[in-house]
């Protein structure tokens, strides 16, 4: 798309520094196995997002996708002068807003999730790939992009402390990060209390890594483990802490993968439980925008998107064909 001038580049980024539609914690799966395995393989829904906000996106690409509520919808990017989010409207299909995150060298925006009302998210110099930083939103908040509530800064070896996919959720009476580096080779886990986390006073302490190279397999469903463009982390009412890693592999199949992350008899380790295929439309691509949550009324959904925003964006939905017994 076009780059407009900085005086109007500014007020576009500006406007969704803004008090968003409040929405309540999403209910916890019964069983997210069973949700995982009821997900439709091919589009259930799909929305055809009209955008006429022009801005710089040379550079860069769609990275994750999130719903927060009923209608907002949100997609995180990269540019090669600035990181961004989308946030759009889906009962009106309609984009609003597009709201600057960081500046160069901190241009890309990751694969990110939505718990309760924050959204995390990595952003990362994807060119020298030695610094990334986390940034958690309030979206109750009314200028949530300006101040973050929480910001883990990442600096090492090349390709190591990059955050090209987080996930966040509750477990065990902690906030549960997770943050995978480059191709997701390593895994990364911090940790807050989750009473101080939701008073804004706590902080994130690095609780374990997992290298993918080294675990063993032989318990898992398939051997596989991909360059995950996105992996969101959940829990169910088995008290279970699961991540979900959606990418495009080799020949061409979109595909998302449930592993369970057990905590027992350190260290800490992964277990891949499932793989499985979708099948969406042309442009849709799950090396781009794909992404998991669990809807108001208790519904697994997978969303995706293409690699850029243009002037019609095609939108997919995967939803659960039934809800799972409790």
Request: aromatic letters at 12%; one cysteine or more.
């Amino acid at each position: 798309m076009k780059c407009f001038p900085a005086i109007l580049m500014a007020f576009l980024f500006a406007l969704g520094d803004c008090t968003l539609a409040q929405s309540g914690p999403s209910p916890v799966l019964p069983d997210l196995e069973q949700s995982f395995e009821a997900l439709s393989s091919t589009p259930t829904r799909t929305v055809t997002l009209k955008n006429n906000l022009e801005f710089e996106s040379e550079g860069g690409h769609l990275q994750g996708i999130q719903r927060y509520g009923d209608a907002t919808l949100f997609m995180s990017g990269s540019a090669e002068s600035k990181s961004y989010l989308v946030a759009a409207n889906l009962k009106r299909e309609q984009t609003m807003a597009i709201n600057g995150l960081m500046n160069s060298p901190f241009r890309h925006a990751g694969g990110f999730q939505v718990f309760d009302h924050y959204l995390a998210v990595g952003i990362e110099d994807n060119q020298k790939r030695n610094v990334s930083v986390v940034q958690i939103y309030d979206l109750n908040s009314r200028r949530p992009w300006s101040n973050p509530v929480y910001s883990v800064k990442r600096t090492g070896d090349y390709q190591r402390v990059t955050a090209g996919a987080v996930g966040l959720t509750a477990y065990r009476q902690k906030i549960w990060l997770l943050v995978a580096n480059w191709d997701s080779k390593n895994l990364d886990i911090y940790t807050c209390p989750e009473a101080e986390f939701f008073r804004g006073t706590g902080d994130f302490t690095l609780e374990f890594s997992i290298d993918t190279d080294t675990e063993a397999r032989s318990s898992w469903s398939d051997t596989e483990w991909y360059s995950y463009q996105n992996i969101n982390l959940f829990t169910d009412q088995k008290e279970q802490l699961y991540l979900i890693g959606t990418t495009k592999i080799n020949d061409g199949k979109q595909v998302a993968d449930l592993y369970q992350l057990i905590l027992e008899n350190s260290p800490a380790r992964i277990r891949k439980l499932s793989s499985k295929f979708f099948y969406p439309g042309k442009t849709v691509d799950f090396k781009a925008a794909a992404g998991l949550v669990v809807t108001a009324d208790g519904y697994l959904e997978l969303l995706a998107a293409p690699y850029q925003l243009e002037g019609e964006t095609r939108i997919e939905v995967f939803s659960q064909s039934q809800r799972p017994a409790n």
